[in-house]
């Protein structure tokens, strides 16, 4: 029977621990925190179709909430567009991170996943072009721990992933351009205020790159702060001062969470697989651009590499083998949002003045927000077309849009055209486009 590791106890890893278990393969999961330590301290959004494709039952409702209608609101405050009413259908939901982390770690011990933690992960062990183990602390020594195929889901930096020898042509470092860093904190509320949409979002808050939020809930408040970049000193708690100005039902014990995370928020990384060695999850670069959800992803991407593996009749994990999966993730999942990478890489470098303009004289209204809950990249080319008319503000962005939407055109083309099968010379000159 072929070992199968999986570094790091993400929601790709143990979608594709699940599955793979399953089907009979020994699967051992190493992650550096406790069982009860994993898991963010907070709730994401995540639609639980995404578990019917994996395979893997839906949380239990009591880790759920429903999903909540938004408000969008500019730098200046001036402007505040309502969003449409959520999900009627229920599928949309919160989850808490850490009982999502609880319930896919039970369902893996169910089907025979064997579980290390408290077991950080360093690197990856190599032989010549092959992937064979990774290392792991021991104290203050480290050691191996050898297999047939390396599942890294370690996250947006990954030790498995930034160790890879260069030649195994997997980018070892994710730019931090590449990133948005997250604060995230629930407070306690000093009377029974609630927002009329529950869900307040800011736009370039005090003028940073980013956006933050300010959720009401019956007994606490949710706030995000995000930003296209690392924080500054500082930075964290002039927001949180200002939205206590604002929002003085804010308290300040802090019930949860206060931690800060990076997430990627570009397409997903060239390669992802080489001989014994496949990505998932954050460390692969699989969240939607600008937003930065990746649950659903994940998990979906977990089935495509169980399918993968299982596929592989000889049991022999190479790079030609193992393509399959990212193909089939390019083709299914991952190209839809090349164009949405694009638009990022325009819209981040707004001003917090353009970002007014756009609000106020509106060329971004409440029906560009309702469409964006639908297929995000019809909304990123709608939106951007829209802008191209726009005057007199248009006129300086022409350049950098005209730019963006060339960009995004020609690297829709080369994510549509990955090869079917790996060879170096084809996945060489495909790599070069989509990256371009």
């Not at 025979?112 to 690197?123: L, P, S």
């Not at 939607?288 to 990746?294: E, Q, R, T």
């Not at 399959?324 to 990478?341: E, H, P």
């Amino acid at each position: 029977m072929k070992k199968i590791i999986a570094a790091g106890a993400g929601h790709g890893a143990l979608s594709a621990a699940i599955n793979l278990a399953r089907n009979g393969c020994d699967v051992t999961v190493y992650e550096k925190k406790t069982e009860e330590e994993a898991g963010h301290d907070w709730v994401d959004s995540v639609d639980l179709t995404a578990f019917d494709f994996a395979g893997i039952p839906h949380p239990p409702k009591y880790i759920c909430e429903p999903s909540l209608q938004m408000s969008f609101t500019n730098p200046a405050k001036t402007v505040t567009l309502i969003g449409p009413e959520k999900d009627p259908e229920g599928t949309a939901v919160y989850v808490d991170r850490k009982g999502l982390l609880r319930h896919l770690i039970a369902e893996a011990k169910k089907v025979g996943v064997k579980f290390v933690f408290g077991a950080a992960v360093c690197g990856a062990v190599t032989a010549d072009n092959d992937v064979i183990g990774i290392r792991i602390a021991d104290g203050e020594k480290e050691k191996v721990v050898f297999a047939d195929l390396i599942i890294d889901g370690a996250g947006v930096n990954s030790p498995v992933r930034r160790s890879l020898p260069e030649r195994l042509g997997i980018i070892n470092e994710i730019s931090e351009d590449d990133m948005i860093s997250i604060h995230r904190a629930f407070f306690d509320k000093t009377d029974n205020t609630m927002l009329d949409p529950p869900y307040a979002v800011h736009f370039y808050h005090m003028g940073r790159p980013g956006m933050d939020w300010v959720i009401t809930k019956d007994k606490c408040v949710d706030i995000l702060i995000g930003k296209f970049s690392p924080f500054d000193d500082g930075e964290i708690e002039s927001a949180l001062k200002d939205f206590r100005e604002e929002y003085p039902f804010i308290g300040n014990e802090l019930l949860r969470g206060g931690t800060t995370e990076v997430i990627p928020i570009r397409s997903t990384l060239p390669k992802i697989v080489c001989n014994g060695y496949a990505a998932v999850g954050d460390s692969a670069g699989m969240t939607v651009p600008l937003k930065g959800s990746g649950i659903e992803l994940s998990l979906k991407a977990g089935k495509l590499l169980a399918n993968t593996v299982l596929s592989i009749k000889d049991g022999v994990f190479t790079t030609e083998n193992l393509w399959s999966y990212q193909y089939r993730y390019f083709t299914m999942l991952g190209n839809k949002f090349v164009i949405i990478d694009a638009a990022r890489s325009f819209l981040t470098h707004f001003s917090p003045e353009t970002v007014d303009y756009f609000l106020e004289s509106k060329l971004i209204t409440e029906k560009e927000i309702a469409m964006a809950d639908g297929d995000v990249s019809v909304t990123v080319r709608y939106v951007l077309s829209k802008l191209k008319t726009a005057l007199p503000k248009a006129h300086e962005l022409l350049p950098s849009l005209l730019s963006a939407i060339k960009t995004g055109a020609r690297r829709i083309r080369a994510a549509e055209a990955i090869p079917p099968a790996y060879n170096e010379k084809d996945f060489a000159e495909w790599a070069q486009k989509y990256e371009s």
